[in-house]
């Protein structure tokens, strides 16, 4: 049984709108974090360090379902809020591959996301496949068709 990627992201100051809200567009940069931790952080750990050099987003999707606070009363001295991405992969095919997303402000679903990343060569400037070892990283992390799905 495969396991979701779980990310706690520092919420900033700057991640908010007028309306004391994280603005909507932030949230890709939440998202992003969290997928940088999974590919190139745990990737690397996996000794699969070629997502770094080079992957590139296709397509982005993102449900909001509530307003996300920066909620000072999560705060402490010593650390800012937090906000918890879990991330699995959705799905894997021969050249891309989906992230699936959800993010969670305390314990209540804020939004659910899913990307298409595409492996790409930086030098030869042109989309590959994946490699054998990429995909079985990736699998560690699919989980089954049913679950992560919005519903």
């Not at 496949?129 to 995909?135: G, K, N, V």
Request: hydrophobic share 40%.
């Amino acid at each position: 049984m495969s396991d979701r990627f779980v990310y706690h992201c520092t919420l900033r100051w700057s991640d908010l709108d007028a309306y004391g809200h994280v603005n909507n567009a932030r949230f890709l940069t939440l998202y992003e974090e969290a997928r940088v931790a999974l590919m190139f952080a745990g990737g690397k750990a996996w000794g699969v360090g070629s997502f770094a050099e080079g992957v590139v987003i296709a397509r982005h999707e993102i449900d909001y379902l509530r307003p996300v606070d920066y909620a000072l009363g999560r705060a402490t001295a010593d650390a800012a809020p937090t906000v918890r991405i879990e991330l699995w992969v959705a799905e894997i095919r021969s050249a891309s591959f989906s992230i699936g997303y959800e993010l969670y402000d305390g314990e209540v679903l804020a939004s659910r996301a899913r990307s298409v990343l595409v492996p790409y060569d930086l030098a030869e400037k042109r989309l590959r496949r994946l490699t054998p070892a990429e995909r079985t990283f990736l699998q560690t992390y699919a989980l089954p068709s049913s679950e992560g799905e919005p519903g």
